[in-house]
């Protein structure tokens, strides 16, 4: 099963999505948890401790390349997505996996 969450600025996305996260890990589902804010706060929305939210590693733009089929483009990941949470998730609470897609690298970046 893939949830996603989207709406506007400030409706509690992340909020959400931490919380749907945990209740799903505690009755036993698999969840990685994805970040694609560019200010990545589900770490912190999850629980996760400061050591923990210092060792997230972002997951390279390399890992998806844009497909174009005719006028249909789409994003494909150039690597198994087992491979890609084994590389790039780290575990917090409840057994949730988290990876963060995207953030700001310095100012002026976006």
Not at 81 to 91: C, K, L, N
Not at 99 to 104: C, K, L, P, S
């Amino acid at each position: 099963m893939k949830i996603a969450v989207a709406g506007k600025g400030g409706s509690g996305k992340t909020t959400i999505s931490a919380t749907l996260s945990r209740i799903l890990a505690r009755r036993g589902h698999r969840v990685t948890a994805v970040d694609g804010d560019p200010n990545p706060n589900l770490g912190v929305a999850l629980g996760m401790s400061r050591e923990q939210l210092g060792e997230l590693v972002r997951v390279p733009k390399e890992i998806m390349e844009v497909k174009e089929e005719g006028e249909r483009r789409s994003l494909v990941l150039t690597r198994p997505v087992e491979e890609i949470t084994a590389e790039y998730a780290t575990e917090g609470p409840d057994g949730v996996n988290l990876m963060v897609m995207t953030g700001v690298d310095h100012a002026g970046a976006g």
